[in-house]
């Protein structure tokens, strides 16, 4: 499946995926040396009231390009202070940051946030999480549409999978758009998983042009995540 062309930095995407490390305080150890292009930082995992401490990590974490994500719990995140609050952090690290990654549903601050990014030339991913059940192809149409009146640069959407015919739906989905548009899938596999599940919801992602990977170092924070030694075994396979 061919990929449209994107870039963070340097690292260049539309060839294979850029695989994210997802970053929480409990995955600092060896993050630079598990094979990953791009980290992911969640700050809405981390002490965010100490903003100097945050600025030294972001230091610490370079060279690897980082993207910030300040989740709200809304979507499953540990941000639990005000959108102004939130949108004072965006607005902060920003500078010091390669990219950020904004939720669909912060309707307050979102048009704020991908245009202050903009400003700073860094690309903004929008995302969509439904950890309830797979979202209906007319529903991601929606979505989608959204974040791209918004001045999204790529479209994350993150749903349950529970059985094949979910991941044929979300398959079919992906196709449709892959081609000429920049996004990124997840199936975040459900209580009713199996092999037959996991191992297509993963290649998804790699199969259907999903520009980035979000992979962790070793602990799973979803059950969607390989970690990034996995998804660079995968990444092998399929390309």
């Known amino acids: 499946m061919k990929r449209q062309k994107f870039s963070i930095g340097q690292v260049p995407t539309g060839k294979v995926p850029v695989i994210i490390e997802i970053t929480d305080g409990n995955s600092l150890k060896n993050v630079k040396k598990m094979g990953a292009d791009a980290t992911e930082l969640r700050l809405d995992l981390f002490d965010y009231h100490d903003l100097s401490r945050v600025r030294k990590l972001i230091e610490w974490l370079k060279p690897l390009l980082i993207l910030l994500t300040i989740r709200s719990k809304e979507e499953g995140g540990g941000f639990s202070g005000s959108e102004s609050d ?3 952090l965006f607005a902060e690290l920003m500078p010091c940051v390669d990219g950020v990654n ?6 307050k601050i979102l ?4 245009e202050r990014a903009h400003a700073y030339n860094k690309p903004t991913i929008v995302s969509f999480h439904d950890l309830e059940k797979t979202t209906t192809s007319k529903e991601l149409d929606e979505k989608f549409k959204h974040a791209q009146e918004v001045g999204a640069d790529v479209f994350k959407a993150a749903v349950m999978v529970n059985n094949l015919s979910d991941i044929s739906q979300l398959q079919a989905w992906a196709r449709g758009y892959a081609c000429k548009s920049l996004i990124t899938i997840m199936s975040i596999i459900g209580t009713e998983q199996t092999s037959k599940v996991a191992q297509p919801s993963v290649s998804i992602r790699l199969e259907l042009g999903s520009v980035f990977s979000y992979d962790t170092r070793e602990r799973q924070l979803s059950r969607w995540q390989m970690s ?3 998804a660079s075994k995968a990444v092998q396979t399929f390309y």
């Open 102 to 107: 904004i939720e669909l549903s912060s309707n």
């Open 228 to 230: 990034c030694r996995e």
């Open 86 to 88: 939130r949108v004072r």
């Open 111 to 114: 048009e704020f946030v991908v």
